[in-house]
């Protein structure tokens, strides 16, 4: 009986514990821009929820935070500490395609969170305003 227990257990792990979300599909247009972020390493000094360069800023959510026209000012024409690198109009979009799907998948800075004593955190959602320390 234990045995007929465990194999069953085992194949419906085996076949519906393993299946996975279908990846998310970006366009052309995301993959360019995520091939110029690569090519000029941006992350040397910007940061992508949370992670990378400390220089300038995180550039996670900006597009949401600013618009995409406060984007496009500073990838055309740079500032004192970040370079201007004479990006074409194609090139900008595609960088600015791709910051917005950064943006769509993630928020930053980071929550901090409070761990349970068995080691989960709680569930937290910006729009409830409410604290997970709570």
Not at 52 to 74: C, H, V
Not at 97 to 106: C, H, K, N, P, Y
Request: aromatic fraction near 12%; glycine fraction near 10%.
């Amino acid at each position: 009986m234990l045995l007929t227990a465990f194999i069953g257990y085992s194949g419906i792990v085996y076949f519906l514990g393993t299946e996975t979300a279908k990846p998310i599909e970006f366009s052309q247009e995301i993959q360019k821009g995520k091939r110029l972020w690569n090519a000029h390493n941006c992350v040397a000094c910007h940061q992508l929820y949370g992670l990378g360069g400390f220089m300038g800023p995180d550039l996670t959510n900006t597009i949401s935070a600013k618009g995409e026209a406060y984007a496009r000012a500073f990838i055309l024409g740079g500032t004192l500490r970040m370079p201007n690198f004479h990006f074409s109009e194609t090139e900008v979009q595609a960088l600015i395609a791709f910051l917005s799907s950064v943006d769509s998948t993630g928020t930053s800075p980071p929550t901090t969170f409070k761990a349970t004593w068995f080691g989960t955190i709680p569930s937290y959602t910006k729009e409830k305003n409410s604290d997970p320390s709570e």
